[in-house]
């Protein structure tokens, strides 16, 4: 096969390299026919739905069964990835909890924390009940991720030792002191001095997902028969136990999973005391007896890794926070991550497999279509991409959404200023903004250097209606300041991260905006880029407030003055009295924010001076009581607020198990559809000032990536390690990198496109 394979690469290679770069052609002939997205139950009834050509994809990898029925499939194939996620044994560290009040719990013990630990099988689990798709977790951080782990304590730090863990149990004083079985709280223990026995664990196991149930029963088994520790378990689904366990945080024990972003900042999401508060992301650190903070030293050090001005700080304090979360505190039990596949239909050609997300990604939904299937009565090419979760939302709100299921419908609705190439995850890429320059500001009010992001906005951006797709007005900058400033005082939202450090925002006009942070990171370029929300919603999201502002002692420029009235979202107008002079933001005057602990933004900094006896009236849009809450943004119905900035609107909906969201595709969306033969998805600047252009293209890049995998198939059993999904681009030779791929990609060799206008 090798020396076959030999003589057409390299007439391949050098047909490419005589090509034209500058031929252009028209795009394929293929049009977006739209994407259903069905919700079901578990991981098997949406796995079924594949297997019976039901759904196209799903929005989870497979199991090692459901890998062998992958294999004997005529129609599906197979993408491997590495999964930005991590599945664990959350354990909560609070003080007490719910059911046991005035109890000291057991799991705020740290010596009962790392017995838990040390009791826990993670090869059994990822070599048995996984068969292999997974790799172990020491620390919290995703298998991709592991580079940046501290050398000790992610390094087998808890080994799995039964009687290791029974003696630390009985050195902390938990031990079966009156001998029938089941271990005593300690004499003296908070709520129970006397040391009767231990009252039952509560241990929450999803039953909705197959490897977190066997994982999860076997550990209660281990606990009871082996630890010898009383456990009252309840295996149910999401549904049941998600408000239990992030909402009342009334649990000791939660087989829970995650899955990240790119960067294990995500470790100041999950561990530091900001985010404690009803369903918030951290609900597992806690609280002492008193009300403070379990552990002040890692919030500190989450801080130093959230604030990192470069990699070298950033990765030090990553090192620093694990080496608290795992060696000094056990705050909670790593398992594994996923390393495994995503199966998908043969008929569904143009996939991009993410690094470390695999399939389901905004880059497969742009180029992705559907050929016909001989088998079926129906002309599939004419049907809309069907799409499948593993589970129901349990919202679709953008700014409070917290479910991975939620996101299967919001992420195709939504865009953000920047995005990431998707084969190296370390290289940003444009959006929505078509460039952004990073520098930084003197703040004199604190005397520090703070970082300042300008954002170039693309000027073919739409917002599109729901139900009708109807393209209602361009996004400008107008959006992003109505976004951070919506989001900005309501600090229990899931997404507040967007806003919590801008200190100011100056819009320079439609298309640029300068957000000025009110510290130094080199994570704050990315934090107001998404979510975003159209200004239009702001009439009903905001309440219209007036504001008359006696002048008692005389203003001189650079003076404040603090509204006592609610956050400002947006000034609607501002007019100096007697004379009725209106004041110009940005002229006369400034917004600033106040940061912890109210974050409100209504300090206003005069740049006029102004005399006793003058009164200046404010007219603003205020956050309303509904803020962000409900099921839909602000309470209202999805067909009021689910705008559409990306390449899909939302057409129906219906919730909950057994329902759906049928998305349409918008006609506007600024990258169109992508010619086929766009493989590595690399963006190209164009050298000059700011904003610079760009462009993707179809070249040389591609047609090595293409060469790579060339006679490669994705459809067989094991998948060789050169299959590239990416590369399978034609509708004939399916599952199969071959000649008629190449011709595709010739065809639209030196192709342009994405270009801002």
């Given at each position: 096969?090798?020396?076959?394979?030999?003589?057409?690469?390299?007439?391949?290679?050098?047909?490419l390299?005589?090509?034209s770069?500058t031929?252009?052609?028209?795009?394929?002939?293929?049009?977006?026919?739209?994407?259903?997205?069905?919700?079901?139950a578990?991981?098997?009834?949406?796995?079924?739905?594949?297997?019976?050509?039901?759904?196209?994809?799903?929005?989870?990898?497979?199991?090692?069964?459901?890998?062998?029925?992958?294999?004997?499939?005529?129609?599906?194939?197979?993408?491997?990835?590495?999964?930005?996620?991590?599945?664990?044994?959350?354990?909560?560290?609070?003080?007490?909890?719910?059911?046991?009040?005035?109890?000291?719990?057991?799991?705020?013990?740290?010596?009962?924390?790392?017995?838990?630990a040390?009791?826990?099988?993670?090869?059994?689990?990822?070599?048995?009940?996984?068969?292999?798709?997974?790799?172990?977790?020491d620390?919290?951080?995703?298998?991709?991720?592991?580079?940046?782990?501290?050398?000790?304590?992610?390094?087998?730090?808890?080994?799995?030792?039964?009687?290791?863990?029974?003696?630390?149990?009985?050195?902390?004083?938990?031990?079966?002191?009156?001998?029938?079985?089941?271990?005593?709280?300690?004499?003296?223990?908070?709520?129970?001095?006397?040391?009767?026995?231990?009252?039952?664990?509560?241990?929450?196991?999803?039953?909705?997902?197959?490897?977190?149930?066997?994982?999860?029963?076997?550990?209660?088994?281990i606990?009871?028969?082996?630890?010898?520790?009383?456990?009252?378990?309840?295996?149910?689904?999401?549904?049941?136990?998600?408000?239990?366990?992030?909402?009342?945080?009334?649990?000791?024990?939660?087989?829970g999973?995650?899955?990240?972003?790119?960067?294990?900042?995500?470790l100041?999401?999950?561990?530091?005391?900001?985010?404690?508060?009803?369903?918030?992301?951290?609900?597992?650190?806690?609280?002492?007896?008193?009300?403070?903070?379990?552990?002040?030293?890692?919030?500190?050090?989450?801080?130093?890794?959230?604030?990192?001005?470069?990699?070298?700080?950033?990765?030090?304090?990553?090192?620093k926070?694990?080496?608290?979360?795992?060696?000094?505190?056990?705050?909670?039990?790593?398992?594994?991550?996923?390393?495994?596949y995503?199966?998908?239909?043969?008929?569904?050609?143009?996939?991009?497999?993410?690094?470390?997300?695999g399939?389901?990604?905004?880059?497969?939904?742009?180029?992705?279509?559907?050929?016909?299937?001989?088998?079926?009565?129906?002309?599939?090419s004419?049907?809309?991409?069907?799409?499948?979760?593993?589970?129901?939302?349990?919202?679709?709100?953008?700014?409070?959404?917290?479910?991975?299921?939620?996101?299967?419908?919001?992420?195709?609705?939504?865009?953000?200023?920047?995005?990431?190439?998707?084969?190296?995850?370390?290289?940003?890429?444009?959006?929505m903004?078509?460039?952004?320059?990073?520098?930084?500001?003197?703040?004199?009010?604190?005397?520090?250097?703070?970082?300042?992001?300008?954002?170039?906005?693309?000027?073919?951006?739409?917002?599109h209606?729901?139900?009708?797709?109807?393209?209602?007005?361009?996004?400008?900058?107008?959006?992003?300041?109505?976004?951070?400033?919506?989001?900005?005082?309501?600090?229990?939202?899931?997404?507040?991260?967007?806003?919590?450090?801008v200190?100011?925002?100056?819009?320079?006009?439609?298309?640029?905006?300068?957000?000025?942070?009110?510290?130094?990171?080199?994570?704050?370029?990315?934090?107001?880029?998404?979510?975003?929300?159209?200004?239009l919603?702001?009439?009903?999201?905001?309440?219209?407030?007036?504001?008359?502002?006696?002048?008692?002692?005389?203003?001189?420029?650079?003076?404040?003055?603090?509204?006592?009235?609610?956050?400002?979202?947006?000034?609607?107008?501002?007019?100096?009295?007697?004379?009725?002079?209106?004041?110009?933001?940005?002229?006369?005057?400034?917004?600033?924010?106040?940061?912890?602990?109210?974050?409100?933004?209504?300090?206003?900094?005069?740049?006029?001076?102004?005399?006793?006896?003058?009164?200046?009236?404010?007219?603003?849009?205020?956050?309303?009581?509904?803020?962000?809450?409900?099921?839909?943004?602000?309470?209202?119905?999805?067909?009021?607020t689910?705008?559409?900035?990306?390449?899909?609107?939302?057409?129906?909906?219906?919730?909950?198990?057994?329902?759906?969201?049928?998305?349409?595709?918008?006609?506007?969306?600024?990258?169109?559809?992508?010619?086929?033969?766009?493989?590595?998805?690399?963006?190209?600047?164009?050298?000059?000032?700011?904003?610079?252009?760009?462009?993707f293209?179809?070249n040389?890049?591609?047609?090595?990536?293409?060469?790579?995998?060339?006679?490669?198939?994705?459809?067989?059993?094991?998948?060789?390690?050169?299959?590239?999904?990416?590369?399978?681009?034609?509708g004939?030779?399916?599952?199969?990198?071959?000649?008629?791929?190449?011709?595709?990609?010739?065809?639209?060799?030196?192709?342009?496109?994405?270009?801002?206008?």
């Amino acid at each position: 096969m090798k020396k076959a394979t030999f003589p057409i690469v390299a007439i391949l290679m050098m047909t490419l390299l005589l090509f034209s770069p500058t031929f252009v052609n028209a795009y394929s002939p293929r049009h977006c026919k739209g994407l259903d997205v069905y919700f079901y139950a578990s991981d098997d009834k949406a796995f079924g739905a594949l297997l019976a050509g039901t759904v196209d994809m799903i929005q989870w990898s497979v199991t090692y069964e459901q890998y062998l029925d992958a294999c004997e499939s005529t129609d599906l194939e197979l993408a491997g990835f590495s999964e930005n996620g991590m599945m664990e044994f959350d354990v909560n560290n609070n003080y007490t909890i719910a059911d046991y009040p005035g109890i000291r719990s057991p799991t705020n013990d740290v010596e009962f924390r790392r017995a838990l630990a040390q009791a826990t099988p993670k090869a059994f689990f990822v070599n048995v009940i996984i068969n292999g798709f997974a790799e172990k977790l020491d620390c919290p951080l995703c298998a991709p991720q592991k580079g940046y782990g501290n050398e000790t304590c992610c390094n087998d730090y808890y080994p799995y030792d039964l009687d290791a863990a029974n003696a630390r149990l009985d050195a902390a004083g938990f031990a079966d002191t009156d001998s029938d079985g089941i271990r005593n709280y300690p004499v003296g223990w908070p709520g129970r001095e006397t040391g009767p026995n231990m009252d039952c664990l509560k241990v929450y196991v999803r039953s909705d997902h197959a490897h977190r149930l066997a994982a999860g029963t076997l550990y209660v088994s281990i606990l009871t028969d082996d630890l010898h520790i009383p456990v009252c378990a309840v295996y149910d689904t999401s549904d049941v136990i998600y408000p239990i366990v992030m909402d009342a945080r009334n649990y000791h024990i939660y087989t829970g999973g995650w899955n990240f972003g790119r960067y294990p900042t995500y470790l100041w999401g999950l561990f530091h005391h900001d985010n404690w508060y009803v369903g918030g992301s951290d609900y597992i650190t806690g609280e002492d007896e008193n009300g403070n903070p379990n552990y002040p030293d890692l919030d500190a050090a989450l801080d130093e890794l959230y604030y990192a001005t470069d990699m070298t700080t950033f990765t030090a304090a990553v090192k620093k926070s694990l080496g608290l979360i795992v060696c000094k505190y056990c705050v909670n039990i790593p398992l594994w991550s996923y390393k495994s596949y995503w199966a998908y239909s043969k008929y569904l050609v143009g996939v991009v497999n993410e690094d470390g997300y695999g399939l389901e990604n905004t880059y497969t939904f742009l180029n992705a279509y559907k050929v016909d299937n001989p088998d079926t009565e129906v002309d599939e090419s004419q049907e809309p991409i069907k799409f499948g979760t593993i589970n129901a939302p349990k919202a679709l709100n953008i700014l409070d959404s917290t479910w991975y299921f939620d996101y299967a419908t919001l992420d195709r609705l939504s865009g953000s200023l920047l995005s990431v190439n998707p084969y190296n995850l370390a290289l940003d890429q444009p959006w929505m903004a078509q460039d952004w320059y990073e520098t930084e500001w003197f703040d004199p009010q604190d005397n520090e250097t703070k970082t300042k992001v300008t954002y170039y906005l693309r000027e073919d951006v739409w917002w599109h209606a729901p139900e009708s797709g109807e393209a209602i007005q361009k996004f400008t900058a107008h959006d992003v300041a109505f976004s951070i400033w919506y989001i900005y005082p309501q600090t229990t939202l899931w997404n507040w991260a967007m806003a919590k450090d801008v200190h100011h925002t100056v819009i320079i006009d439609d298309y640029t905006i300068e957000v000025y942070f009110d510290s130094l990171s080199m994570f704050h370029k990315y934090a107001p880029t998404a979510p975003l929300l159209p200004k239009l919603l702001e009439p009903l999201l905001c309440d219209q407030v007036m504001c008359e502002l006696p002048i008692v002692d005389p203003i001189v420029p650079s003076d404040e003055t603090l509204l006592p009235w609610d956050s400002i979202v947006q000034i609607i107008n501002v007019t100096k009295y007697p004379e009725g002079i209106p004041l110009v933001e940005g002229e006369d005057y400034e917004v600033f924010a106040t940061g912890t602990p109210d974050y409100c933004h209504q300090e206003i900094h005069w740049l006029i001076p102004l005399a006793p006896g003058e009164t200046i009236v404010f007219w603003y849009w205020a956050v309303n009581a509904a803020g962000g809450s409900g099921y839909y943004l602000g309470g209202l119905d999805w067909s009021n607020t689910l705008y559409s900035s990306g390449p899909y609107y939302i057409a129906d909906f219906s919730g909950g198990v057994g329902g759906y969201a049928i998305l349409n595709c918008v006609d506007s969306h600024f990258l169109g559809k992508p010619p086929l033969g766009e493989i590595d998805w690399t963006w190209y600047w164009v050298a000059g000032p700011y904003p610079r252009s760009g462009y993707f293209q179809v070249n040389l890049y591609d047609a090595v990536a293409l060469l790579k995998a060339y006679c490669a198939r994705g459809d067989t059993c094991p998948v060789p390690p050169n299959w590239f999904p990416g590369a399978d681009l034609d509708g004939y030779d399916l599952g199969h990198v071959g000649l008629y791929d190449a011709v595709q990609l010739l065809t639209n060799y030196g192709k342009k496109f994405g270009s801002p206008p």
